[in-house]
């Protein structure tokens, strides 16, 4: 069984996630040229909206809400964690060394 997780860790757990989401919104709207004007047009929100997004009090910053603005970005959002990235890098060691050796069985007809 999982142990109690600390308050204030699950505190610092979401600010780091919101954090994460804040910047890379920031940068793709810098690489757009979409302002936060454009962005609150394109949500169909308000101006105050988008500004409270961006702060440090942005606790109802929600998945619908993130997919929506990477949509309106022309992004795709998608969610990982380190477990999922390591499982992740093995597959795409395996399909790399399968491809440069071919006695390594094809792992993908396993799949099925």
């Known amino acids: 069984m999982a142990r109690a997780i600390p308050h204030d860790e699950m505190i610092?757990?979401?600010?780091?996630?919101?954090?994460?989401?804040?910047?890379?919104?920031?940068?793709?709207?810098?690489?757009a040229g979409v302002s936060r004007a454009d962005l609150a047009r394109e949500l169909g929100v308000s101006d105050a909206r988008v500004t409270q997004m961006f702060s440090d009090d942005a606790n109802n910053l929600t998945l619908r809400t993130l997919?929506?603005?990477?949509r309106?970005?022309?992004?795709?959002?998608r969610i990982t964690c380190d477990r999922?990235?390591?499982?992740?890098?093995a597959s795409r060691e395996i399909e790399t060394v399968s491809e440069e050796d071919p006695s390594v069985p094809d792992q993908s007809s396993a799949r099925a």
């Open 84 to 89: 999922w990235d390591a499982l992740l890098a």
């Open 72 to 77: 309106v970005l022309g992004q795709e959002c």
């Open 67 to 70: 997919a929506r603005i990477f």
């Open 12 to 31: 610092a757990a979401e600010e780091a996630v919101i954090a994460d989401a804040q910047f890379v919104i920031h940068n793709l709207m810098a690489d």
